[in-house]
């Protein structure tokens, strides 16, 4: 079946540091892939998304870009802050007969100190 | 503002309870999800429904109902049947157009058994 993996963590991180949060995934089809973000007692957020190979997809400064040959989708980020503190989930989605389901990797924690 | 709402924000449940968790969307979506997230885990689907007066079991059904009487309204019963009511559960949905890749999210409702 269709399934994510992403890093365990927590990753802690100074203020301005580098990141990167690696995704795997394994798909039946060819699906779209995201990245959301939960931060405390919320729901969740989409960051960002890709539907096709090749595609970078960008917000608030962060990067993903999918990458069919290796059937990956790392998010990165060149600076963090404080404020990027979060739970950060990778998920991919099929177009089936059964609809838009999401397929979610176990979630990595960000923990960005000063 | 167009969105996702769920009520309440915390709930409490005796054992052997029925309880029913709200979420209510005007995003005019067709299609609503139910997730459930536990520590350290990704999110689990529980139902889905595509249409109104029609649902699905996603991965993790069992010890949980649904209606789908409006097509704003997905209502989700833990009942006295599931083992492990205790999580925090997403209400989710999804539209077509220029959201056609994209599930929004509620804020959630932390379930806690007493």
């Known amino acids: 079946g269709d399934s994510v993996t992403q890093m365990e963590g927590p990753v802690t991180l100074s203020e301005e540091a580098f990141l990167t949060i690696n995704c795997t995934y394994t798909a039946t089809g060819y699906p779209s892939l995201f990245w959301y973000v939960q931060y405390p007692g919320e729901g969740l957020q989409l960051l960002l998304k890709?539907?096709?190979?090749?595609d970078k997809g960008s917000n608030k400064g962060f990067e993903a870009t999918y990458r069919k040959e290796t059937t990956s989708f790392h998010l990165e980020k060149g600076s963090v802050q404080v404020s990027d503190s979060a739970v950060y989930f990778c998920?991919?989605?099929?177009?089936?007969?059964?609809?838009?389901?999401?397929?979610f990797g176990t979630g990595t924690q960000l923990k960005v100190e000063l | 503002d167009g969105g996702i709402t769920q009520s309440p924000k915390y709930l409490f449940r005796k054992e052997g309870q029925n309880v029913t968790l709200s979420c209510e969307q005007n995003l005019n979506h067709d299609a609503m999800y139910w997730y459930r997230q536990d520590p350290g885990q990704g999110l689990r689907l529980i139902y889905y429904?595509?249409?109104?007066?029609?649902?699905q079991k996603g991965d993790i059904a069992e010890g949980y109902s649904v209606s789908r009487e409006k097509k704003e309204s997905f209502p989700l019963t833990v009942t006295s049947a599931q083992k492990n009511p205790t999580a925090f559960y997403l209400c989710a949905s999804f539209g077509a157009g220029l959201d056609r890749f994209e599930q929004f999210f509620g804020p959630g409702t932390r379930l806690t058994v007493l």
């Open positions: 429904s595509q249409i109104v007066n029609d649902f």
């Open positions: 890709a539907t096709k190979a090749d």
């Open positions: 998920a991919l989605s099929l177009l089936t007969g059964g609809g838009n389901k999401l397929t």
